[in-house]
């Protein structure tokens, strides 16, 4: 069976019996074989064909092979069972249950819904309601998981016994709202993600990608589900092993196991780690029962020129529990420590854990890492990058946008710091896992369920390793100064890059016509340029969104300040006979306001004009009350100080273009100059 732990630990009061131990077993290496549907050499004993037989011995096989851990083929029986017999709901939950369990999350919503739906409109099952809404979140319905995530919240009390299910319903409507942010976001995305190809991924399990060097890349991969049956007992054909390949240019030569004696018969092998120089190994050997139960523990092996000697299994394990996912690095004081993750908590969950490592190789008692990061839910396969001093892990007890999610965090003052989340593209709405990264190479890998990879049975079934390096892209910006009334360059004139949010000057050059400056991806920035006599040169820009090197380029104007000069401001609209400043006519006086900002010095007088129509009283009232309307906003709304704008309204009197043709009629196009909104510069603040 193929499974993956990750479920909060909250589930295991709400889920069928046989989930518990299920999800227990998939701590080990984050993969174990899904149940074979082929074999080779002796066969599994043959089962009639579901359509041939009842519904109640499909049901009868189905149990029979869910109770031996055959979830696939256990599936084919309770499907064609209800397909047979519609009224039989109670099997809707092994179904949904088996094709979660097999990372199936399309087939396993649709039959959540259908547990959900039996409720009515208001969660009763909150197994089925939970569960429904993970699925959705898994496979990337944000909105609708998040929606039913809330319709649960609304019913859950605060009691004992629902308090860990309500925490963990609050805390995936956070990861919905996280994943439409990120899934929403403009944001240049931090890294470039590539699925490798079959050289190394197969349609199978690989896992624990890592570089021994710049140019081998050693991973772990079991290349086939097939089962044999050797007396009464199932066995599997193949066991996972570890695997290297070289670079071959920007790809990979194909994949060979690992000579030595490291992997060893009717032994899981795999998750393997390095020492700086490649010459010792750290790696995890796992034993699988008959019911498909593992349990790893850590070894470790030294090259020589036969290849990977025999591993010695290391003190750090414990012989209750599972020890896997080396990984060397530094623990938040600095001390040279060996992480691994464990489910010897007896919480039904994995943790971090860390054992310092001695000069000599040895290793001193393993203890678990803080709360910031170990929680209630699962962390585990851990990375160290000594390039950054920062710790990589994967957790689905943080907020995430999906199961398993990749987080980092680095020490300060001898403690971790609150971890952050990676976002899009290397997690995903499904697991992400097994972050590694070789500063050498400028190249990481990851390994992912995500839709596109080499699956077998459903498109998120099965883990794949990808890719990636960091987007690095370099933005520039440059332009020239001119004079808007001389149509000439400016020369000896000050320019300000500043941060649009904060308002922070980051860096001022003194321009002789043109300016140059480096910039960030996804900043707001502003060019600003003061100069006596003169508006404010402005310009506002951002680097949001630009995925790749560019050089923007604007010319930064400056247009000399004439006192008492008229300055039209376009598209000011009320109303017919009315005053009120319509909504679409602000927008136009925040320019307005912003001129004011980024020139502090000016008082300016705010007129509005009329056509001749109507008398000339009437006229000089309305457009009287229309300038104050107009200032009202500025003051009251904007919070531009009221000693530095007056309203006047001048009616009729000041007419800019003929109101009627020379035969008397209509000039309409003349009337619609003349109904405008003006400012000019009366004045200096004092």
Not at 545 to 551: E, F, N, Q, R, V
Not at 609 to 628: C, W
Request: aromatic share 12%; charged share 25%.
């Amino acid at each position: 069976m193929r499974v993956v732990f990750i479920l909060n630990t909250v589930l295991m009061k709400f889920r069928e019996s046989f989930l518990t131990t299920l999800f227990a077993v998939a701590v080990l290496f984050l993969f174990a074989a899904t149940d074979g549907t082929k074999s080779s050499g002796t066969k599994l004993k043959e089962l009639p064909e579901p359509s041939t037989i009842s519904w109640q011995k499909c049901v009868m096989i189905g149990n029979t092979l869910f109770d031996k851990g055959s979830l696939y083929n256990g599936l084919n029986y309770y499907t064609e069972a209800v397909k047979k017999n519609p009224k039989r709901t109670e099997l809707y939950l092994p179904i949904a249950d088996g094709n979660f369990a097999l990372r199936d999350y399309k087939s396993a919503n649709n039959y959540y819904k259908l547990l959900a739906e039996l409720d009515g409109d208001k969660p009763v099952n909150y197994y089925a309601w939970y569960q429904y809404a993970l699925t959705n979140k898994y496979i990337g319905n944000y909105e609708d998981a998040k929606a039913t995530f809330q319709q649960l919240s609304d019913v859950l009390t605060g009691n004992a016994e629902q308090a860990e299910l309500r925490r963990n319903t609050v805390r995936e409507l956070e990861g919905c709202e996280l994943g439409i942010q990120l899934r929403d976001s403009r944001k240049l995305k931090e890294y470039l993600v590539e699925h490798l190809d079959n050289n190394i991924n197969q349609p199978f399990t690989d896992y624990a990608p890592v570089l021994a060097d710049p140019n081998t890349l050693y991973f772990g991969a079991w290349v086939s589900d097939e089962v044999l049956l050797e007396g009464k007992t199932e066995k599997y054909a193949t066991f996972s092993r570890i695997y290297s390949a070289k670079r071959n240019g920007n790809t990979w030569t194909k994949a060979q196991e690992v000579t030595g004696a490291v992997d060893t018969v009717r032994f899981h092998t795999g998750n393997a780690t390095f020492t700086g120089d490649g010459k010792t190994m750290y790696y995890t050997q796992c034993f699988q029962d008959d019911k498909q139960r593992m349990r790893c523990s850590i070894y470790r092996s030294t090259w020589s020129d036969e290849g990977w000697a025999a591993g010695e299994r290391l003190s750090v394990n414990d012989s209750k529990a599972t020890t896997t996912q080396p990984a060397l690095g530094k623990d938040e004081s600095g001390r040279d420590v060996l992480y691994f993750a464990s489910d010897r908590n007896g919480k039904d969950n994995m943790d971090l854990f860390c054992a310092v490592l001695n000069k000599d190789g040895s290793l001193q008692e393993a203890k678990a890492l803080s709360a910031v990061i170990n929680t209630g839910g699962d962390e585990m396969t851990p990375f160290y990058d000594f390039s950054s001093n920062e710790l990589y892990f994967s957790s689905n007890g943080h907020v995430n946008i999906g199961g398993l999610d990749i987080y980092k965090t680095t020490a300060q003052n001898g403690a971790w710091q609150k971890p952050q989340h990676l976002g899009l593209p290397v997690n995903s709405s499904v697991d992400d896992m097994y972050y590694t990264w070789n500063d050498v190479a400028k190249t990481g890998f990851f390994v992912s369920n995500r839709p596109g990879g080499f699956g077998l049975k459903s498109e998120t079934c099965c883990d794949d390793i990808y890719r990636f390096r960091r987007n690095v892209v370099y933005i520039a910006v440059k332009g020239t100064l001119l004079d808007v009334d001389s149509n000439k360059a400016i020369t000896n004139q000050p320019i300000n890059l500043i941060d649009a949010e904060t308002g922070e000057v980051i860096k001022s050059v003194v321009s002789n016509g043109d300016f140059f400056f480096d910039l960030k991806p996804d900043t707001k920035y502003k060019l600003s340029g003061l100069r006596e006599g003169f508006f404010a040169a402005v310009q506002n820009f951002t680097t949001e969104g630009i995925a790749k090197s560019d050089t923007l380029s604007f010319v930064l104007s400056f247009q000399r300040m004439v006192k008492n000069k008229a300055y039209t401001l376009n598209n000011i609209y009320y109303d017919f006979d009315k005053s009120d400043l319509r909504e679409d006519s602000k927008a136009v006086l925040d320019t307005l306001f912003i001129l004011l900002q980024e020139n502090p010095s000016i008082v300016i007088e705010l007129s509005s004009h009329t056509d001749s129509k109507g008398s000339d009283k009437y006229n000089l009232d309305l457009s009287q009350k229309r300038a104050e309307s107009c200032v009202n906003y500025l003051v009251s709304e904007k919070g531009l100080p009221k000693e530095r704008i007056t309203a006047k309204g001048y009616g009729e009197s000041t007419p800019v273009a003929p109101n009627t043709n020379p035969d008397g009629s209509d000039n309409e196009a003349g009337r619609a100059k003349n109904r405008r909104t003006e400012f000019k510069i009366v004045g200096e603040v004092k």
